[in-house]
């Protein structure tokens, strides 16, 4: 699955537990009707491809969906979901138009029919 959106904040690596386990969590913004703010997280190795990243640029992201149970002491039964991301790539913006006023189409030209007599259809202009 990919997510695309514009980057609203990309946090620092985590490290959590005993055994090194590395997270970095990424904020997208869709750019939709109503936008939604994404947390996309990235573990262990993956971290390191946010750090060519900024708030403000459009990415695209490979995500995968994650989900786990977890029982609390209580014997209650709880389920979490996760966004990983696995994957990231900029997109590129729309290149400027610049100040060049857009061409008319070809029929708002009136055809060059009129010849005065000493011209010939087919005379070239040099």
């Known amino acids: ?8 904040l990309v946090g ?7 055994n090194g386990f590395r997270k970095r969590d990424i904020i997208i913004t869709t750019e939709e009707q109503y936008p939604q703010h994404i947390s996309i997280q990235f573990v262990q190795d993956k971290c390191d491809l946010l750090n060519a990243y900024q708030p403000g640029q459009d990415v695209k992201i490979s ?9 609390s ?4 039964t709880r389920y ?11 997109l ?9 006023p857009p061409m008319p189409p070809a029929d708002a030209f009136e055809p060059a029919t009129n ?5 010939k259809e087919d005379d070239l202009p040099f």
């Open 1 to 8: 699955m990919e997510v695309q959106g514009k980057i609203k």
């Open 12 to 18: 620092n690596t985590e490290t959590v537990g005993n």
């Open 63 to 71: 995500i995968n969906l994650r989900g786990r149970e977890w029982v």
């Open 73 to 76: 002491p209580q014997g209650e």
């Open 80 to 90: 979490f979901n996760t966004i990983q991301g696995w994957r990231i790539e900029a």
């Open 92 to 100: 590129q913006p729309a290149a400027p138009q610049g100040n060049v």
């Open 115 to 119: 010849f005065s007599n000493d011209q």
